[in-house]
């Protein structure tokens, strides 16, 4: 509970220096004011262009991150990552193509972009079983995977130029200039997957058990793991196509929030969403203010922080590998 507390109560001081961060100022008396009692241009100017990236930044961090957390569970690998296994490769490569090729169909992004890192998933489940799931091979398929769909979606940005800003934000993991309509079509989403993350948490706790107990209980063991994994797929999906790949964050926050509030997913799923919130909103904040009045993507500041960590973590976890 405290773990709770201490971190929503730093969301909320983020979310105000976030909302403070550029050249317009506001405070929180004014913004209160002008948001729901008397017009304010300062005010509605902020609503207009910073809301819209924070909320879009805290929803895609919770998102994430959870998927991170599912994943773990899933191929019980602490090292598994959406970004790392390269679902959101393939995720965003999907989105590119339904942007550049049929623009009119943007609201069902998501959905192409799911079909997309689903097909990633089961790429690198195919390549990496070999009458199991072994995390190092899982890791070195994944990794393998998201060159390969990085490269096509980094060379077809390299032809579309700069005329694709779309695209290419799905391509740098860019969160400016994003409006209340990308807000809408993540929102919808993302509180469809996290409802659903928070319904299977008991699975994701049963996926920590031997196949063979797990059979033994009478539960069909391949058919919850494809469940969560879908789950996690679509959470890692719909973010990517929004904001783009943001690499090593559901593999750093999970383990945090693991030291945090322990394993029971029940009360892990919950706390990284906000940690994923906090986390993505950080590397956006910190990313507009190190550079100032230029920017450096959350995705480059997460790939900075993320590399040595993950360095780290796999270190501590060649004995299981």
Same mark, same amino acid.
């Given at each position: 509970m405290i773990s709770f507390l201490v971190t929503g109560a730093a969301l909320i001081m983020l979310f105000l220096v976030a909302v403070n961060t550029g050249s317009l100022k506001a405070s929180p008396g004014q913004i @209160?004011?002008?948001?729901?009692?008397?017009? +304010?241009?300062? &005010?509605? /100017?902020?609503? #207009?262009?910073? $809301? *819209?990236?924070?909320? @879009?930044?805290?929803?895609?961090?919770?998102?994430? %991150?959870? #998927? !991170?957390?599912m994943l773990q569970a899933v191929m019980k690998n602490p090292l598994a990552d959406p970004g790392i296994m390269g679902i959101s490769s393939g995720a965003g490569m999907a989105a590119i193509l339904v942007t550049v090729f049929a623009p009119s169909l943007y609201l069902a992004v998501p959905v192409f972009a799911f079909l997309g890192g689903v097909f990633a998933c089961s790429i690198v489940y195919i390549l990496s079983w070999k009458g199991e799931l072994s995390p190092l091979r899982v890791i070195l398929t994944g990794v393998a995977v998201n060159a390969f769909f990085t490269g096509l979606m980094s060379a077809g940005e390299s032809m579309m130029g700069a005329n694709y800003s779309g695209a290419a934000s799905i391509v740098n993991g860019n969160i400016t200039m994003k409006t209340w309509d990308d807000f809408q079509m993540l929102l919808v989403y993302t509180v469809i997957g996290l409802l659903l993350a928070v319904v299977f948490s008991t699975k994701c706790d049963i996926l920590g058990l031997e196949d063979k107990t797990i059979l033994s209980l009478g539960i069909r063991v391949n058919t919850v793991r494809i469940l969560v994994s879908a789950v996690a797929v679509l959470l890692a999906s719909i973010s990517t196509a929004v904001v783009g790949s943001i690499s090593f964050l559901g593999l750093l926050v999970p383990h945090i929030a693991r030291l945090l509030v322990g394993n029971s997913h029940k009360v892990l799923i919950p706390y990284t969403?906000?940690?994923?919130?906090? /986390?993505?909103?950080? =590397? +956006?904040? &910190?990313?507009? /203010?190190?550079?100032? *009045?230029?920017?450096?993507? %959350? =995705? &480059?500041?997460? =790939? &900075?922080?993320? !590399? *040595? #960590? $993950?360095?780290?973590?796999?270190?501590? =976890?060649? %004995?299981?590998?």
């Open positions: @209160i004011k002008g948001l729901f009692i008397e017009y +304010d241009e300062t &005010v509605a /100017t902020i609503y #207009s262009l910073r $809301f *819209p990236r924070i909320f @879009i930044a805290m929803l895609a961090g919770a998102a994430v %991150a959870v #998927s !991170g957390v969403m906000l940690l994923g919130s906090f /986390t993505l909103l950080l =590397a +956006d904040t &910190v990313g507009r /203010t190190i550079a100032y *009045p230029h920017e450096i993507n %959350a =995705a &480059v500041i997460m =790939a &900075v922080i993320g !590399g *040595p #960590s $993950f360095i780290l973590l796999l270190r501590r =976890a060649k %004995a299981e590998l």
